[in-house]
């Protein structure tokens, strides 16, 4: 059960019960929760990073404390904090999605 | 897992995969499964390195591409305008062999058996695979412009819609063009690639001429009604910014080429002799998609299912960027081949896995245009798919545009550039 190898980091990490609290709400019964943090993550690589580590001129977004994430997807949602695109994509994400890629990224290693 | 990846070694030479990946621990002895990509660029380059990525090595990824080099698109235009070099756009592949293990054949898929599962290149090489993943990009539809099928024609009248030798030749064509001269392009009726890319290509050749020309003009000659993309950022730039320098014109579908005087002959609108003269011709997608018989739509563009890109029409047949079928609101870019690209190698994995895709893929799209060298107007969007509609739906309220061209987004469209290329290629 190869599925087995993401979770077991995350839990090494301290952040198995925010991953899986995370996962449960949207997420379809056919998608594995690891994968789905993964796939919504990959969403923001084009910009960010592939895997959250920018490599110039972006935030690296791999190894961020996955509440500070949250908060900073949730302030550009609502508006509350300004941007040129985010606060426009930001908008495109459902809060359970955002839960998803920020648990995905909080369990990336920081860049050096 | 384990009997599945034995499963797996009886088709796909696990021999080979071993030797080839000497560096890979996690890979095991054994392929989980062969996927040929043909086409390296944003779709084809993204999909190859996450295929290998997201499957620790375990899928055998094999990309098939003609080109020494990847060349950008996107920034390409700023090579016209002369604030940056084609080496500036220019990226290796070598990380996808070095630091992913992906097999890079230097060569041109001529022909698709998606009942062999096969591929052959023009060398004469075959290739098998469990699943194909076509990037084909567009070719253009020379038919519909019989003057410009030849190679002679095609060197006078430039397209210079794939980076490369064509945006170097143009750049020199424009230096070569004395002061008080006309550039003037012609803009296909849409779908076509990039829609705001003709735009700020005027926006570019402008801020040349502003610079080293200022009695020349630049004439945008558009098939469609009206600006296809950021229209009100792009009239104001032409208003304001390149006053006296850029004039559009709607309405211009392009008839006929007379190539010796560069001459554009329009269906409802006067004849115009510039002396650049750069036709955008009609496009659809890559050949080897109609070799691959995956082109559903018009006669043109290739209907995939969102949920994997898979071929509604060809089984294990997937097909990525400018060359799908596009849901509404969905560009022909760069950044969204990108997307397809993910979106595609996590279904892939799942499907050679014997399991279902994700039925909650989202794709994002953002697209700088730059104005001037420095300065940038945006336009982004998100796509979620929509389970009843079985097609990506884009979120109301999300997205939109700069309110106004400026430098902040110039840094962030070079920061973009460099975190895509890194993100396909690196």
Not at chain 1, 3 to 15: K, M, N, V, Y
Request: proline share 6%; glycine share 8%.
């Amino acid at each position: 059960m190869p599925r087995c190898a993401r979770p077991l980091l995350i839990a090494a990490r301290g952040f198995a019960a925010a991953l899986c609290g995370a996962i449960a709400a949207p997420a379809a019964a056919q998608s594995p929760p690891a994968e789905l943090g993964r796939n919504l993550a990959a969403t923001c690589a084009n910009c960010h990073g592939t895997g959250g580590v920018s490599v110039g001129g972006t935030v690296s977004l791999a190894g961020s404390p996955k509440a500070d994430l949250v908060a900073r997807m949730q302030d550009f949602k609502a508006g509350r904090r300004t941007g040129t695109i985010m606060p426009q994509l930001a908008k495109g994400y459902t809060d359970p999605q955002i839960e998803a890629l920020a648990a995905w990224f909080a369990a990336q290693k920081a860049p050096q | 897992m384990k009997t599945m990846r034995r499963d797996f070694l009886k088709v796909s030479g696990a021999a080979a995969l071993a030797a080839a990946l000497p560096g890979c621990a996690t890979t095991g002895s054994g392929s989980a499964g062969r996927v040929v990509v043909v086409g390296g660029g944003y779709g084809g380059a993204t999909a190859a390195k996450y295929l290998r990525m997201w499957s620790n090595g375990s899928v055998d990824v094999t990309l098939v591409e003609p080109n020494p080099q990847f060349v950008s698109c996107p920034i390409s235009n700023l090579v016209l305008g002369g604030s940056k070099t084609i080496a500036d756009v220019t990226v290796s592949y070598d990380n996808l062999v070095r630091r992913h293990g992906v097999k890079l054949v230097k060569d041109t898929a001529v022909g698709v058996d998606p009942d062999k599962r096969t591929v052959t290149l023009a060398s004469g090489q075959v290739l098998g695979f469990d699943r194909l993943i076509l990037s084909p990009g567009i070719d253009f539809m020379y038919e519909q412009l019989k003057v410009l099928e030849s190679a002679d024609a095609q060197a006078r009248v430039l397209h210079s819609w794939k980076a490369g030798p064509q945006t170097v030749a143009l750049r020199r064509q424009l230096e070569a063009m004395p002061d008080g001269g006309v550039y003037a392009i012609t803009i296909p009726v849409a779908p076509y690639r990039c829609p705001p890319g003709p735009y700020e290509r005027a926006c570019q050749v402008a801020w040349y001429f502003k610079q080293k020309k200022p009695k020349s003009k630049v004439l945008i000659l558009d098939g469609n009604p009206d600006v296809t993309s950021k229209a009100g950022l792009f009239k104001k730039a032409w208003a304001e910014e390149y006053k006296g320098i850029v004039e559009y014109r709607p309405n211009h579908v392009l008839t006929d080429v007379d190539v010796r005087t560069l001459t554009a002959k329009f269906e409802t609108a006067d004849d115009v002799k510039a002396d650049v003269l750069n036709v955008l011709p009609p496009q659809r997608a890559g050949t080897i998609a109609r070799a691959a018989g995956v082109i559903t739509a018009n006669n043109r563009w290739c209907e995939v299912d969102f949920l994997t890109f898979e071929s509604t029409k060809v089984k294990n047949v997937h097909v990525l960027g400018d060359a799908i079928q596009i849901a509404p609101a969905m560009p022909k870019s760069g950044h969204m081949a990108n997307q397809h690209a993910k979106v595609c190698a996590a279904a892939v994995l799942e499907l050679l896995a014997g399991r279902a895709a994700s039925p909650t893929p989202v794709l994002t799209n953002t697209c700088y245009s730059f104005i001037t060298d420095k300065d940038v107007v945006h336009v982004a969007s998100v796509h979620q798919y929509d389970a009843e509609k079985k097609t990506m739906v884009a979120v109301q309220g999300a997205g939109g545009l700069s309110p106004a061209m400026n430098a902040l987004e110039g840094t962030y469209a070079f920061a973009w550039a460099q975190n895509i290329w890194a993100d396909a290629l690196a």
